[in-house]
């Protein structure tokens, strides 16, 4: 018979067990640790998954996906079969690789304001990422346990981002629209990078620097488009 779920305890089993799982990886997590973390005997955490497998699959579809949990799912959740989680991570990244205000430029054969459209690339871009931080950073901190999906992550999302900003950058700048760079696609590197850094990682950072988000956000923004818009 399914178990119901009391309260708000699986919603707080994803929050738990996606901390132990971006701060230790996937292969040194232990069932342990999560249930540590979650306050509970690890015996209590076999009521609602089925496995480490099943608990990292839950929190790769929820961490970020606050309605993901609307619906309670039947108790135990099961294993999931070979591939699902890595085929779940491709359509999620495939569904959010691109920013729609990119996606736009890239179709626009005239640019009447190329630094109003470069600033809203970059807020969205930025949006995009710190909205789905807690995934980011699940995937970069266990893609080593995973070669599947380090390639998702790293090669086709990440590097699929970085070669469609490479794209846009490279054509206007060809244009005069915006300021020559000496590899366009080493700046693209360094616009995402910057990003990520500011809209995830430093969330993690052991000794973070204390700016909201707001903040944070704005000067990124700033300093990308005061380095290559022109006046």
């Not at 540590?36 to 790769?60: I, N």
């Not at 691109?98 to 890239?106: D, G």
């Not at 080493?186 to 990682?201: D, K, M, N, S």
Request: hydrophobic share 45%; proline share 6%.
């Amino acid at each position: 018979m399914a178990r119901t779920i009391p309260d708000d305890r699986l919603s707080r089993l994803v929050e738990c067990a996606t901390q132990v799982f971006i701060e230790q990886g996937f292969r040194r997590t232990q069932m342990a640790d999560v249930a540590r973390a979650l306050g509970v005997a690890k015996g209590t955490l076999y009521l609602y998954v089925e496995s480490k497998e099943a608990l990292f699959d839950l929190v790769a579809r929820c961490a970020d996906e606050e309605r993901a949990l609307e619906k309670p799912p039947r108790l135990p959740i099961r294993t999931p079969s070979p591939g699902a989680t890595l085929k779940y991570v491709r359509r999620r990244l495939a569904r959010d690789q691109v920013p729609t205000t990119l996606a736009a430029a890239l179709t626009r054969d005239r640019v009447t304001h190329p630094r109003v459209e470069l600033e809203a690339i970059v807020r969205e871009l930025y949006d995009t990422v710190a909205r789905n931080r807690r995934g980011i950073k699940l995937l970069d901190r266990s893609a080593r346990d995973h070669p599947e999906l380090a390639a998702l992550w790293f090669e086709g999302a990440r590097g699929g981002l970085i070669g469609i900003l490479a794209r846009y950058l490279e054509d206007r700048i060809r244009r005069g629209l915006l300021r020559p760079v000496p590899d366009p696609a080493v700046a693209a590197r360094l616009l995402i990078e910057t990003i990520v850094f500011w809209a995830v990682h430093r969330h993690w950072d052991s000794h973070p620097q204390q700016v909201e988000e707001a903040v944070a956000k704005e000067s990124v923004v700033r300093f990308v488009v005061g380095t290559l818009a022109k006046e």
